[in-house]
């Protein structure tokens, strides 16, 4: 594949345009990047129109079928291929079953003003993030063009769940008046930062009550932390609530089955009416920061790939702001005057 590049010239103003043909090296000068930087994509498509212009074209249903194999192949979970596939039934639906040939610039954008109707903004980022894959899958292989792009909306940040210490207690008044093992199952949430579907598959023998660690695998990202610590002060209740399982469970919370019913009955009697069970991992994260613990260590309990993403999603100490200001030693300062 023929690639022009964009370059600059010692002591000469302007950028340049360079590429390759029929042997010979070409370049043409400009005043602005963005004009060499447009040239260079429109050299581009000429130079390779062998490739990107119908040589290679594949009908939906066949493409669909080859997109979902390789997903398969890659060792993609059955959840996160179907999600990818429900994106694709979308697009379909609202713009077309095209041929790779037929997917263009217009078509994608058709897709987001159409899915952006149906649809609030964060899961609208989802489809264009599971087209965006697609896309490049299509790009690889040569059906697509390679100047085809997807950009996520801006959507508004919410601020990251942060709950002070009356509203724990109440929280865990509220479950425990439900049964033992929701007040567990909330217990764990809030001291491990765990996804709730990883807490629900903890069993008996995960627990090292020597270590004081919990052995975790993560669903979504395959990460496995064989010694995750556990707070010493919780201990002592959760070798008390294991002591108090039927003979011969095997899971820790399969006592009170997890429905979003029973968690709304929860969270209203808390008080909490809107707070949700991933909220107490953002509520962990925030704990663990005003208590001092660095971005990088909340980022590797929350397994995160990105310090980013724990710093700006899950983190908000605003209820920790007042202790910490507390213990300034203002009193120190005054007595010296």
Request: with cysteine; charged share 25%; aromatic share 10%.
């Amino acid at each position: 594949m023929k690639k022009p590049w964009v370059y600059k010239r010692k002591n000469i103003k302007g950028f340049w345009v360079g590429w390759y043909q029929a042997g010979r090296r070409w370049a043409k000068a400009f005043p602005t990047k963005t004009l060499a930087d447009h040239f260079r994509q429109i050299k581009y498509a000429q130079l390779n129109s062998d490739v990107f212009t119908g040589t290679v074209n594949m009908e939906w249903p066949q493409m669909i079928e080859a997109y979902e194999t390789s997903k398969r192949v890659a060792g993609c979970e059955n959840k996160s291929v179907y999600e990818a596939l429900l994106t694709l039934k979308h697009f379909a639906r609202l713009v077309g079953p095209l041929s790779s040939k037929q997917i263009v610039q217009p078509a994608v954008d058709r897709f987001i003003l159409e899915r952006s109707k149906e649809v609030k903004r964060y899961t609208l980022n989802k489809d264009i993030s599971n087209l965006r894959a697609f896309i490049r899958w299509g790009q690889k292989r040569r059906y697509f063009s390679p100047d085809l792009c997807v950009e996520k909306v801006k959507v508004t940040r919410h601020t990251p769940c942060a709950l002070d210490t009356d509203q724990i207690k109440s929280l865990l008044a509220a479950a425990g008046q439900r049964s033992t093992c929701w007040r567990m199952r909330v217990l764990l949430l809030l001291v491990t930062g765990l996804r709730a579907g990883d807490v629900e598959e903890l069993t008996v023998a995960d627990i090292d009550f020597e270590r004081n660690t919990v052995n975790t695998k993560s669903h979504k990202t395959r990460k496995h932390m064989l010694y995750r610590p556990l707070p010493a002060d919780v201990m002592p209740e959760l070798t008390r609530y294991v002591g108090e399982l039927p003979a011969g469970q095997e899971q820790l919370l399969a006592g009170d089955s997890n429905t979003h019913k029973k968690w709304r009955e929860i969270r209203q009697r808390a008080g909490l009416p809107t707070l949700r069970l991933h909220d107490l991992r953002a509520a962990f994260a925030s704990a663990l920061q005003g208590a001092g613990a660095s971005t990088a260590v909340a980022q590797e309990l929350l397994e995160h790939s990105d310090p980013k993403t724990t710093a700006g999603y899950y983190t908000n100490v605003s209820a920790y702001t007042t202790a910490a200001v507390n213990k300034m030693p203002v009193g120190e300062w005054l007595s010296l005057l």
